[in-house]
Structures are given as structure tokens and as C-alpha cells.
């Protein structure tokens, strides 16, 4: 369940960063505690790196699954974490956390959620995953508005200009699903903008991608953008955008939105500034609780560091097991009790909608 548009601050138990494989896995593991949990990521998905950066390629070391891809595994995760019915918040950055007096955590995004919960869980893998930026000043001020970085798939471009800055999958992906919308939906024009002639794409697309071409319903330019044109007036608009090619020319190029699909790369952030003991820009934790140098924090995947750490998902999947265990005695440590098996407790069959009462 996706739900941005909640009202704040959002109370919960549980507040896990990062909806990658270890992060799903962790929230499955908070539900059999009882720990019901909302889920934040920058990315506009769940599944992380794996569907990301490979969720077409086979990955061969998941435990009992001898081959899946990316996207193979993320929607398996989270088909077996639905009986718990986590909230998931796509398309954000965790900007600050503050411990309260009473030992809950306040937890603000960049798009302006807030959380109170009792517990935080980073699986945040080698750090937030944030889209490469253009570096070029002049387009700051149209962020959000004309350019965009992580564009809604739903976005309304009818009647208007349309560059795409990007030569990889997604960018083409982008630039065909908006040439094959119906009329009265369609852009003005469809540009696609890249440094290089060379598109990083499957031979699928690259042959759609052509059909399209040879049809005039897209373009491609070759060049990296140098400039801004705007409109006069005190509220301007970008109008356009000023290229300069690799032949050394240089051209305008109509613009009324600019998507940029450049890729990803990971960034600590915020994280780096929460307090946390750190070790090799890793988090250091208690490998019996996976606790952090803070006390209900939490943390697994390759953002920790400990003696023998392997970057492996099934290291990362034990580690959420510990992490959910530490949560269960450091939020209910009345609860405490004997180890329980989903294949014979009738009250984790019951959580996860297999069995009916006794």
C-alpha cells in the first residue's frame, strides 16, 4: 500500500528506511513480531539496486530460488509481506530525525512527511540512491516544476515540449510509453537528448525506439545542454534549452519539460550528520540486536560494518531477523517469550492469513 499523501506527523511503531530486499525482508520479520511498519524510499519503487540497476538480470545466490531477477525477487518480497499491509512512502529522502523527551524519534522527509515512532530501521544498503543531477545552476530554479528528476508516471505532458536527457533504458523506456499515448494526451514533441549517438538499451527497445524514429513521433539530439532560455517577465518560465554538440555547434532546442533519467548513484545524506557511531562511513551495531550506537535505532544490509560483514543479500536477510527480534524486546519486553515457527504457531499462521483460529 502506497500512501503519500497522509496527514502529519504519522504515529507508528516502526519506521523502516529503505524498500529494498532487506528492507521488505525486515518488515516481514516486524509483522511476525507484530510490528506493523511504514517503509520510506527515495526511489519511485520498491525492490532497491536489484530492480534498479538489474531487475531484468538473474541473480543466483537467493536461498531457494537457484535463478530470479531483480524485479523477479522484489515482487516476491513484497507478496510475502502483504498479510501485514506495510505503508510505503516512494520519492523520499529522510532529511532529519530528533529523539524526543519521552525516547520517541520525530523523522522529517524533504517533501515534508513527518514521523513519530518509537523505532527506526535503516536499510538504506550503501546509502540513499539519488538521480544524478545535471550541474548546470541555471536549471535550480525549474526543479520540481520543469525539470525533473523523478517524474510521476502519470505525468500530463499534452500539448507540450518534451526533452529527455538520458541514453540508458529508463530514458528510452520514458521517451516511448509518452510517443505511444493516445492523441489527446500527446506531447507537442519528443526529444531525446544525449551526450553520446550510443543508447545503453536491450534490442528490443532500441527497435521500437527506431520504429518511432522513422515515424517522426520522437528525435534525438546528440549533446549536452549549456544554457537555459527563459521567458521575460518577473514569473519566468524555462522556454528552452541551449546544446552544445560533439562537432564543436551549438543549437536551441524548444523545452516546456525537461525529465532527466541520468541515472543513480548512492549518497549517505543526512544519515552521516543523525549521531551514529560510524565505522569506514558504515554504522557500527550490536550483531546480537543490530542496534545502533543509539538506543531504538536500527540498522542492516551494507550500510553496517562489523568484524566479518559480507555484502551478500542473505547476510543482509539474517541480519533483518536479529534487528526484528531486538525490536520485539526493545519495544514489548513484556512480551518475551519461547522462539516460535511459522510452520507449526497457530498465531503467526493467523498473521499471515494461512490458518483460521484453533
Known sequence: MQTDELASPVETD????????????????LGLQG???HVLDTLRHAG????ELYGDKPIYDIPGLPACTGQELADRLLQQVAPFQPAFHFGQLVAAIERLADNWFVVSTDKGLTFRTRSVFIAAGVGAF????LALAELAPFEDTQVLYHPPEALDVTGQHIVIAGGDQAALEWAIQLAERPAARAARSITLLHRRDVLQVDEHTLARWHELLREGLVSFVVGQIKGVLQSDGPHRTMTGLHISHPDGTESNCVADR???????SPKLGPLSNWGLAMSRKQLTVD??????????IFAIGDIVHYPGKKKLLACGFH???LAAFGAAEFLHPERTGPLEYTSSSQRLQQLLGVSGPA
Open 258 to 264: 525537461l525529465v532527466v533519467l541520468q541515472g543513480i
Open 319 to 321: 541480519e533483518g531477523v
Open 48 to 51: 532497491g539496486q536489484p530492480v
Open 130 to 133: 539519488l538521480p544524478k543531477k
Open 14 to 29: 516502526a519506521l523502516v528506511i529503505g524498500a529494498g530486499p532487506v528492507g521488505l525482508y525486515l518488515v516481514f520479520q
Open 287 to 296: 550483531t546480537s540486536t543490530f542496534a545502533t550506537s543509539q538506543p531504538g
Open 35 to 37: 510490528i506493523r511498519a
